[in-house]
């Protein structure tokens, strides 16, 4: 409920707001976002369970509207695939992650990779492998620190998908499928795609200390993809509980807020990096 007050709308919740705002208004926004420079790459670490040490950092854009403050992607990412606009805003993130990724490596930061999030138009734009190979070589990010995250519905025409990948692979770098578990494609594909990591859907972690079933599938995905030589990885893990039925069941790399929220590049710095760049 609107209250009266000198500054209008702003006492609607974020959500609401931006449902009031038409795809139009937010569309032009979003335009002049990308060119004055209002998205940034937040980073979110993922860690070796038993370590506790940094194995990589997954790219998560944010948008710092002058008005309504910090969007999450699940505010715009869904315009920009409307509008198209989803092209150049991969290509900036995309861009902006390898840059910072090589910068860290070059102030010794840990030599990790990171992990970058492909929209479906993106997976299946035909310069795709033209642009990732010219951004690696223009931020000079060694290809086995690239790491793609594509989704299983992306894979819904095999032969067009195998040989995406194929290129993809030939570059050095590596493919992830995010959101696993939550698509409806055949398994089979597994055997036959050039994919190197699993990343378990948080709505399997979610209940997993409650819910037997989803116990039973998170221990299925993992003995499946050590069978198949992938490497697995759970996403969403927020409880000790959930990381001590995750490592139980044999998952050594863990993402989720219990170890850390996406954090801005600075802050990735201020809290996991040696204190010598000082
Ligand atoms: P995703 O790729 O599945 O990313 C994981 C999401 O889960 C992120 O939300 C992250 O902040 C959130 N998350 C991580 N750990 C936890 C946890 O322990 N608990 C809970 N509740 N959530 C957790 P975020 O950053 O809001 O991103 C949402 C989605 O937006 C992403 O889902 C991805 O599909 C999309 N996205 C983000 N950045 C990009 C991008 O640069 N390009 C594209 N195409 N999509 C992006
Ligand atoms: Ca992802
Ligand atoms: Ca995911
Ligand atoms: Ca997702």
Redesign the pocket.
Known sequence: VKKQGKNGHRFYSQELDIQLMTNIELESDLRKAIERNELE??Y?PQFHAQSNRMIGV?????WNHPKKGLL???LF?PIAEETGL?FE??TW?LRNACQQMKQWHDEGGPLVPVS????SQ?FHQPNLVDYVKSILEETQLEPKYLEL?ITESMMMDPNVSISILQDLNSLGIRISL??FGTGYSSLSYLKKFPIHKL?I??SFIKDISLNNSDKAIVATIISMAQHLNLDVIA????TKDQLDILTKSDCMEI????FS??LSARDVEDSFFVPSRA
Not at 58 to 62: C, I, K, M, N, P
Not at 235 to 238: D, H, K, L, M, N
Not at 255 to 258: H, L, R, W
Request: proline share 5%.
């Open positions: 790459v937040y979110q997954e790219a998560l854009v944010r999450s992607p699940g990412i989803i805003l991969g993130v970058v999030n492909l929209s993106q995250e995010d959101d990343k859907d948080r996403e969403g893990i927020e993402q989720g807020y219990y929220k996406p």
